[in-house]
């Protein structure tokens, strides 16, 4: 499991950077781990590899340690430099994986409200297809704007927006960003780098608590979304 917290969370503003903005108390970051922790069947044997700024290990990243270490229990847990871009630092996290590794799962702990039992069904389908991800259809109609001015209306039927956990064959992903890195290719998620191999990627239904938190906004919503009951 390679958890992205290396962003600097640019668009949401303030000095502290987005992984470690508090949740009812909680770091985004200990939220992801802590869920995702808990989609790893009995039995199974995962690694959690934290892929952070190094500005940010000691003076954020080391306050919250244990909380993840202890949800962690018998798991392996590792720190990770992250890189200039997200291709980069999943780059960074794959090299830090233990060769054995069946799969690889990416997930932003921006999206502290993932839902696990999604994760589990994203897990087998990956270990089925090759490659997974959450992703919701497209509810809202959707333009192509340049320079403030829509240019089209395109067609939402079968357009689905991506979200995390993306789930891939260690080998597959290996190979994917290899090929990426050969052609010069930065995908803007991990799966890109699949597809353009021609290799299936399975979809399976996120949900709409599964929000990405960009915006000062979406942590308000984020709190209500919990104190509703509903992640």
Do not use: Y
Request: proline share 4%.
């Amino acid at each position: 499991m390679l958890l992205l917290a290396a962003g600097r969370g640019t668009r949401f503003g303030g000095t502290l950077p987005k992984a470690f903005l508090r949740l009812r108390g909680e770091s985004l970051l200990v939220h992801s781990a802590r869920r995702l922790l808990a989609a790893i069947g009995a039995g199974e044997r995962a690694q959690i590899l934290l892929v952070v700024h190094p500005d940010d290990r000691k003076a954020h990243l080391a306050p919250i340690l244990e909380a993840i270490e202890r949800a962690a229990g018998p798991h392996t847990v590792r720190i990770v430099d992250g890189g200039a871009s997200r291709q980069e630092s999943m780059t960074n996290g794959l090299s830090a994986i233990d060769s054995d590794a069946d799969l690889v799962l990416v997930h932003d702990a921006a999206r502290a409200l993932v839902p696990t039992a999604a994760v589990r069904q994203c897990i087998a389908e990956a270990m089925r297809t090759g490659a997974a991800l959450l992703a919701v259809p497209a509810t809202d109609t959707q333009k192509r704007v340049v320079d403030g001015r829509v240019v089209a209306t395109l067609d939402r039927t079968g357009v689905w927006q991506a979200q995390t956990p993306q789930v891939v064959r260690t080998n597959l992903l290996r190979r994917a960003i290899h090929e990426a890195r050969h052609a010069g290719f930065d995908g803007t998620d991990d799966v890109a780098l699949v597809e353009r191999l021609g290799e299936p990627v399975a979809v399976v239904p996120g949900t709409v608590t599964n929000l990405k938190i960009t915006h000062p906004g979406d942590l308000a919503l984020a709190e209500a979304i919990l104190a509703a009951g509903l992640a």
